[in-house]
């Protein structure tokens, strides 16, 4: 479990991939302190396993599934990439609880500046938006971010000058896509109630080790 609290931006040393296995190697700095093979690390909001680090960098593997549900097969040499450790027991919970589990891909529709905050509107399948409500939670990249308002296939959000500089966001440009993880307390709900739908679109459901 993640809070959506970005620790630090990463960067991609290298990207390799065998017999259908992705590997990326990432330079990091906070998340290698206490690492440990077998860790779970969120790349952009996806959890995954770290397999092998050093003092500079460690490496995660991806398999086609996940390459298909998320962003990270758009990943380049030099790329930038959001990072947080997973939570423990006394972890401040800042942002919301993040499973690491990518729903689906959006994509960035718009930038707008107002004054010193920045406005994004992303657009994603309609399928996935019954889970996005104004006023609640989303996780973008892996970042915990407040819905501001919603339409059949958009939201917005936010961005306050602090949290433009500790996320990759503001660095993208429209059409680029994004993770998307919807808060998992709207899903158990409808489940609950028994009017659970398939989510059509592209969605990771479950960490990949």
Not at 2 to 9: D, S
Request: charged share 20%; net charge negative.
């Amino acid at each position: 479990m993640f809070t959506g609290l970005i620790e630090e931006i990463g960067q991609i040393a290298d990207i390799s991939q065998t017999d259908g296995k992705y590997t990326l190697a990432i330079s990091a700095n906070t998340v290698l302190q206490d690492v440990a093979i077998g860790d779970s690390i969120a790349v952009n909001g996806v959890c995954l396993t770290v397999t092998r680090h050093t003092h500079e960098l460690f490496t995660v593997d991806a398999v086609p599934e996940t390459l298909a549900r998320t962003n990270l097969g758009d990943l380049v040499t030099g790329g930038r990439v959001n990072l947080e450790r997973s939570a423990t027991p006394d972890t401040r919970l800042g942002g919301h609880y993040v499973q690491g589990h990518v729903d689906t891909t959006g994509v960035i529709d718009s930038f707008r500046q107002d004054s010193e905050a920045i406005w994004v509107t992303i657009k994603t399948d309609p399928a996935v938006m019954k889970y996005i409500v104004t006023k609640g939670y989303i996780t973008i990249d892996g970042t915990s971010l407040t819905v501001v308002d919603v339409g059949p296939d958009w939201f917005n959000i936010t961005l306050i000058p602090h949290t433009q500089e500790h996320i990759t966001l503001p660095g993208k440009s429209a059409g680029d896509r994004v993770n998307l993880e919807t808060d998992i307390i709207a899903k158990y709900v409808e489940k609950l109630l028994g009017t659970a739908m398939p989510i059509q679109a592209q969605g990771d459901h479950h960490a990949i080790s």
